[in-house]
T-cell receptor
Framework: DAGVIQSPRHEVTEMGQEVTLRCKPI?????LFWYRQTMMRGLELLIY????????DSGMPEDRFSAKMPNASFSTLKIQPSEPRDSAVYFC???????????FGPGTRLTVL | KQEVTQIPAALSVPEGENLVLNCSFT??????LQWFRQDPGKGLTSLLL?????REQTSGRLNASLDKSSGRSTLYIAASQPGDSATYLC?????????FGAGTTVTVRA
C-alpha cells in the first residue's frame, strides 16, 4: 500500500492567491482528517470526513478555508484568498474507522509571501 | 477541552541509554492514546496505540504505559540509538478527535 498521498509537497504562493491541497487516503479507509501544524499552535484538526461526509469542520479557521471529498479516494483543502498567516504544514490522515489508528501523509509545506 | 502536555520539551542522551518520555492529559474520557514519531520535514509515523482499557503496549524496544485515571502515559525506549533521534508526539483520542501534545525532541548522541 502506498500510504496516504498528498500533493504538492511544497507550495509557495503570494498573498491573495488561491491554494489547493490534495489528498488520496489509504484505500478502504472511511475516515479522513485534515490537520495544520505550526510552531505556535502545534497540530490542530481542521476538518473530519466520514464516508465522504464532513462531520466536524469546527477547526476550519475562517471562511477562506474550504474542504471537499467528492469520493472515497480524493479530498481537497482550498484556501482563497491565502494570507501569510496561513503558512504552515498541512497534513492529511486517514483511518479505517473514526477511532482507529490514523495514518498520516507526508504533508504539504505552504508558504504564503 | 482536552489539554495534552509533554515533558521534557527536549532531551539529549548518549547512545545506549534508556529514554523516558512523559505525557499528561486533563480529560480521562478517552478512547485511546497514541504515540507518534516525526522526523524533520516528514509526516507522522504511528508507533504505539493503547486502548483506554489497556495498561501498556509493547513493540520491540518501545513500551508505552497508560494510567487513565491519573491522566498519564509514559513512552520507554530501551537502549537508544542515533536513529531514534526525532520528535515524539503523544495524542489522546476522544471519539474521532486527536488532541496532540507539543512533542519531545530527542537527540541520541553517538
Amino acid at each position: 500500500d502506498a500510504g496516504v498521498i498528498q500533493s504538492p509537497r511544497h507550495e509557495v504562493t503570494e498573498m491573495g492567491q488561491e491554494v489547493t491541497l490534495r489528498c488520496k487516503p489509504i484505500s478502504g479507509h472511511n475516515s479522513l482528517f485534515w490537520y495544520r501544524q505550526t510552531m505556535m499552535r502545534g497540530l490542530e484538526l481542521l476538518i473530519y470526513f466520514n464516508n465522504n461526509v464532513p462531520i466536524d469542520d469546527s477547526g476550519m479557521p475562517e471562511d477562506r478555508f474550504s474542504a471537499k471529498m467528492p469520493n472515497a479516494s480524493f479530498s481537497t483543502l482550498k484556501i482563497q484568498p491565502s494570507e501569510p498567516r496561513d503558512s504552515a504544514v498541512y497534513f492529511c490522515a486517514s483511518s479505517l474507522g473514526a477511532t482507529d489508528t490514523q495514518y498520516f501523509g507526508p504533508g504539504t509545506r505552504l508558504t504564503v509571501l | 477541552k482536552q489539554e495534552v502536555t509533554q515533558i521534557p520539551a527536549a532531551l539529549s542522551v548518549p547512545e545506549g541509554e534508556n529514554l523516558v518520555l512523559n505525557c499528561s492529559f486533563t480529560d480521562s474520557a478517552i478512547y485511546n492514546l497514541q504515540w507518534f514519531r516525526q522526523d524533520p520535514g516528514k509526516g507522522l509515523t504511528s508507533l504505539l496505540l493503547i486502548q483506554s482499557s489497556q495498561r501498556e503496549q509493547t513493540s520491540g524496544r518501545l513500551n508505552a504505559s497508560l494510567d487513565k485515571s491519573s491522566g498519564r502515559s509514559t513512552l520507554y525506549i530501551a537502549a537508544s540509538q542515533p536513529g531514534d533521534s526525532a520528535t515524539y508526539l503523544c495524542a489522546v483520542q476522544g471519539d474521532y478527535k486527536l488532541s496532540f501534545g507539543a512533542g519531545t525532541t530527542v537527540t541520541v548522541r553517538a
